[in-house]
């Protein structure tokens, strides 16, 4: 996967928009204004997102692609090379287990509001 396609799947998420809230080298990827993937453009082989903390040690353990996240609270975001053996279906599931993550910490009345977020898994 390339941050192209990155970018492409992950606006295809419900109520996903996008942003550089960071400066014109990073690319932001939210739901509902709660980000869940993070894209440095000056680096085409990376991208950060959110993780269950139990999953993001797994992930870590198995996966030499998956380090804890630079700049991010390492214990719930994972930063994922993307020039490993990692298939692009993996690294999709990935992007929606972030999507997920956010969207379970939303309020219930966000969640009444737009129920579509809720069928992201």
Not at 43 to 71: F, G, Q, S
Request: aromatic share 10%; proline share 3%.
């Amino acid at each position: 996967m390339n941050i192209e396609s990155i970018r492409e799947y992950s606006l295809s998420l419900p109520l996903t928009s996008e942003d550089m809230a960071f400066g014109e080298d990073v690319l932001l990827f939210r739901v509902l204004d709660k980000i869940f993937v993070c894209c440095m453009l000056t680096r085409h082989d990376l991208v950060t997102l959110k993780c269950d903390a139990d999953y993001a040690t797994e992930l870590r353990e198995a996966h030499p692609e998956i380090e804890p996240a630079w700049h991010w609270n390492k214990k719930y975001w994972n930063q994922v090379h993307l020039d490993g053996s990692l298939t692009d279906d993996f690294i999709k599931s990935l992007i929606r287990h972030s999507y997920a993550e956010v969207v379970k910490k939303l309020t219930r009345r966000t969640k009444t509001e737009h129920p579509e977020i809720l069928s992201v898994n």
